[in-house]
């Protein structure tokens, strides 16, 4: 098993850009998580799914938006990058109430 | 509102000694308790997690924590820190809603 992967690793957007962080885990999960990491600040939630379909906001989810078509993969839209969406960006994946796993991250800078 | 609490910011100790990270939350119910490592770069790891039952949880590589309901404290310990231990460390809650809530993390420097 690969776990949770991301891509790209690393990616520079000028202002207004858009970009498109992909997500994939092959354990058959059926929750999935994007977060963003800002020093000193932990993880915040942007968006989660608990399934194939179905999509909800978390605390911070202005400025992106997601899909869930299939059970492995959850990608995270940035439509019009602005500096304050510099970040680390990480997937994560679980099966209900067991272990979270992570991905190893996509560092974003907005210029 | 729900929350989790690290009070360190940053923690430095001397290799060999022992280590003692705080954590406190605050739910209305006691939630799922976990402890996340990040090594610089990387993703997080699970070191250990708390459902129910016995309050002291064994984890990996050397750590256990002690949840403790009467200070809604889940307090993570080693007795012994090698210098790859230093990183961040980040507590961690949720309910039954499966949405992980993360305290702001402890940096842990490791001298020699």
């Known amino acids: 098993n690969a776990g949770v992967t991301q891509t790209p690793k690393f990616r520079i957007l000028k202002i207004g850009q858009s970009m498109t962080l992909q997500c994939t885990q092959d354990?058959?999960?059926?929750?999935m998580y994007w977060y963003r990491q800002d020093p000193g600040m932990g993880l915040k939630l942007i968006y989660y799914?608990?399934?194939?379909?179905?999509?909800d906001k978390g605390e911070v989810p202005n400025g992106y938006n997601v899909s869930r078509s299939t059970t492995e993969d959850f990608p995270l839209r940035l439509e019009l990058a602005a500096p304050s969406q510099t970040s680390v960006y990480f997937c994560?994946?679980?099966?209900?109430?067991?272990?979270?796993?992570f991905g190893p991250g996509t560092r974003l800078t907005v210029l | 509102a729900q929350s989790v609490t690290q009070p360190d910011i940053h923690i430095t100790v001397s290799e060999g000694a022992s280590l003692e990270l705080r954590c406190n939350y605050s739910?209305?119910?006691?939630?799922?308790l976990f402890w996340y490592v990040q090594s610089p770069g990387q993703g997080l790891q699970l070191l250990l997690k708390?459902?129910?039952?016995?309050?002291l949880v064994q984890g990996i590589k050397g750590f256990e924590a002690e949840f403790k309901r009467s200070q809604s404290s889940f307090n993570l310990r080693k007795p012994s820190v090698h210098w790859s231990d230093a990183a961040e460390y980040f507590c961690?809650?949720?309910?039954?809603?499966?949405?992980?809530?993360f305290g702001a993390g402890t940096t842990v420097t490791v001298r020699a």
């Open positions: 961690a809650a949720d309910t039954n809603d499966y949405k992980l809530s």
């Open positions: 739910y209305g119910a006691t939630p799922y």
């Open positions: 354990m058959n999960h059926n929750y």
């Open positions: 994560a994946s679980r099966f209900s109430s067991d272990e979270q796993f």
């Open positions: 708390y459902f129910s039952g016995d309050t």
């Open positions: 799914s608990v399934g194939a379909g179905i999509t």
